[in-house]
């Protein structure tokens, strides 16, 4: 049989892994199948630009439709997979279809967490994940209306800071006594607190949803024994990793799907790629579940030359960013509670890294409109260097010259 790859979710991941295996010379069938109507898409812009209106869809395509028929890979749309069957090498689709394969990508991604209070099914509680989420929303996002977020994460406070600015009065329920609580120091989740705040955004930390109300659709968010009015809800409360086909086919899962640093499950003729797999990163010294673009990309090519059979491991400063306001937020490294946080910069004029150190080594940078800071940060970590905090602390010394 002529090699023919089948890769599981259409999502940037997948797309990568398509995209990559014809830049290095593949020659045999790829099939991406994807069960969204979309060509594989980036989601970033859908909590920012293209939640505020800014770009049409096509912007967000990683290459125009057109681009996958020239390169013969056959895109399978709107189609879900049901079933692995490893022992045939044959995957299912859920009308029953099946599909052969000599290698098989996983790049599945994750679904959106749900609440499950009381009310969570009243029409009006949106999440955000995919374009067809977001155009179930979009239009309403108007001057008055009467938002209330549901979490206080990266997804939460930008949809928040695109809504204010169209006008909209604004409210923010987290959970937790902080902001971002999973990513930064509280000094970085202080700082963001603020910003909404003086923005305009009634942020309520330490506030965990009971019950959504409403007569056939929300109207109001109860937290306890207060309540709020609402004419739309949206959570963003985190994503649960697409594992089943994976764990249903016998693979390891244990937050995401077991991978070597190649990409590559215990069966060798099965990989998997961005938010659905869990690889181990020898920078950061520990198994991770990467939610991020640069993740998705840099894991689909390692999984297409995996399959090339010119392995490359994945050796990659984590990094992400958010855009809130005018606030480009670029992070390297994870930090973590107890890491030693060192300001350069100035919080007041918006323009700060935060530099975290674990006994004396630089492990992490968030940089608050500092893109220097940020590519030479991930030097600095990938180094495992031991700058001095003192001058570390001073702006005027590149980071670089550390
Ligand atoms: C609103 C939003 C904002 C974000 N902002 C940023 C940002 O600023 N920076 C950043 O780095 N990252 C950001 N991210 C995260 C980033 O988009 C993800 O890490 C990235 O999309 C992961 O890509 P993926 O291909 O692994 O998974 P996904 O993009 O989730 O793609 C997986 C695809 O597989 C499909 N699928 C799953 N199971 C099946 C099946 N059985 N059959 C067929 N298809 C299936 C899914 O429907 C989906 O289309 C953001 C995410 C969201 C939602």
Aim: hydrophobic letters at 45%; charged letters at 25%; proline letters at 5%.
């Amino acid at each position: 049989m002529t090699d023919s790859v089948v890769i599981i979710g259409a999502g940037q991941a997948g797309g990568q892994t398509a995209l990559s295996l014809r830049q290095n010379g593949f020659e045999g069938t790829i099939t991406l199948i994807g069960d969204e109507p979309y060509v594989p898409y980036e989601r970033p812009p859908l909590s920012k630009s293209y939640l505020a209106g800014d770009v049409a869809e096509e912007r967000m395509f990683m290459r125009p439709a057109a681009f996958y028929a020239e390169k013969h890979i056959v895109l399978m749309p709107r189609t879900t997979v049901a079933r692995i069957d490893r022992a045939a090498k044959k995957v299912r689709l859920a009308g029953g279809t099946q599909l052969p394969y000599t290698e098989l990508v996983l790049a599945t991604g994750g679904r959106v967490r749900k609440m499950t209070c009381p009310g969570a099914d009243l029409p009006g509680v949106h999440y955000l994940r995919n374009i067809d989420d977001v155009l179930g929303f979009r239009d309403r996002i108007t001057a008055g209306l009467k938002l209330v977020i549901v979490g206080g994460g990266y997804i939460g406070l930008e949809v928040a800071a695109v809504a204010i600015k169209r006008g909209c009065r604004v409210t923010v329920l987290e959970m937790l006594p902080l902001v971002l609580n999973r990513v930064v120091a509280p000094e970085m989740s202080h700082f963001y607190t603020d910003v909404h705040r003086t923005a305009g955004v009634d942020l309520r930390t330490s506030t965990g949803v009971t019950a959504f109300e409403g007569d056939g659709k929300v109207e109001r968010v109860r937290f306890g024994d207060a309540v709020i009015d609402a004419d739309l809800v949206i959570v963003g409360i985190g994503i649960i990793p697409n594992v089943e086909l994976a764990a249903d086919a016998g693979l390891a899962v244990d937050n995401g799907i077991m991978v070597d640093e190649c990409t590559r499950t215990a069966d060798p003729d099965i990989f998997a790629a961005g938010d659905c797999s869990n690889h181990f990163n020898a920078i950061v010294g520990a198994r991770l579940r990467l939610e991020s673009v640069p993740n998705a990309l840099a894991q689909g090519k390692a999984a297409a030359l995996a399959i090339l059979g010119r392995p490359e491991p994945v050796v990659e400063v984590p990094w992400f960013w958010s855009d809130q306001y005018d606030l480009k937020l670029q992070m390297t490294g994870l930090s973590r509670p107890g890491d030693q946080i060192i300001i350069r910069g100035s919080m007041a004029e918006r323009k700060f890294s935060a530099c975290y150190l674990r006994e004396g080594v630089f492990v992490a940078c968030q940089s608050v409109n500092m893109a220097k800071d940020f590519i030479q940060s991930k030097k600095l970590i990938a180094d495992r260097a031991t700058p001095d905090p003192a001058k570390l602390a001073d702006p005027a010394i590149a980071l670089r010259d550390l």
